[in-house]
């Protein structure tokens, strides 16, 4: 990777990432011996302007930044280093510099649910139900995904909160079996979604471009 340490007088930003939530916990300066170090221990290493030598997050505390990857920009001169935290980052005792909560926002899961089923249909290791949901082939993942509907349907009209959280999580997992199966992803759907919600969407000239008829 080539860095610009010579822009800044030997210093380059170094944005901090939590790889998972995608929250942005703080903000530090490297040089090339603070990044050296910080690929050669797979933590955190800055350089402390204050204190004018290398500083390790989580040497005292305890709370390191375990290197995940880092990125340079299109100027080679500031980095995008994705970590996973040890605890609060802030020497403040807070997740991030700026006193946000570094919390996973549940929908970006879905995602992850997604890579984990793709791995699935790729290695199809055996005991697994997924691995037996391929193997009964479209219609019969097609027929699970309808149960599950009838399923939260029921608990939607007749049960409770509680049970139709259960149903329609099992719904949505079978959705994105039989989405896999057929070479697409969650993603998809929310693109779908995310088009419809343009002011400008117009359904008919959408159906009409799935069919083919537009020319």
């Known amino acids: 990777m080539e860095i610009d340490f010579e822009k800044m007088d030997g210093l380059v930003p170094a944005i901090i990432q939590d790889a998972i939530t995608k929250n942005v916990l703080m903000l530090g300066f490297m040089n090339k011996e603070a990044y050296d170090k910080t690929i050669e221990t797979k933590k955190v290493t800055f350089w402390s302007r204050s204190r004018n030598c290398l500083w390790t997050k989580g040497e005292t505390s305890g709370n390191f930044l375990n290197l995940v990857s880092i990125q340079n920009d299109c100027d080679n001169d500031t980095l995008l280093i994705k970590v996973h935290p040890d605890g609060p980052t802030c020497h403040k005792g807070t997740d991030t510099c700026w006193a946000e909560e ?9 995602s992850e649910l997604q890579d984990f089923i793709n791995k699935r249909h790729e290695e ?11 193997n009964k082939g479209v219609n019969k993942m097609a027929q699970k995904v309808g149960e599950e509907a009838v399923e939260t349907i029921i608990e ?3 049960g409770n909160d509680e049970k139709l ?14 989405l896999t199966s057929k070479g697409l992803r969650i993603e998809d759907v929310a693109k779908e979604l995310q088009m419809r919600h343009d002011p400008n969407w117009d359904k008919k000239r ?3 471009k799935s069919k083919g008829e537009m020319k």
């Open 165 to 178: 959280v259960y149903e329609s999580s099992d719904l949505l997992y079978h959705l994105i079996v039989l």
């Open 124 to 134: 199809m290791p055996e005991g697994s139900y997924t691995t037996s949901l391929f």
């Open 206 to 208: 959408r159906v009409a």
């Open 102 to 110: 570094n919390e996973l926002n549940p929908i970006l899961f879905l």
């Open 156 to 158: 939607a009209t007749n």
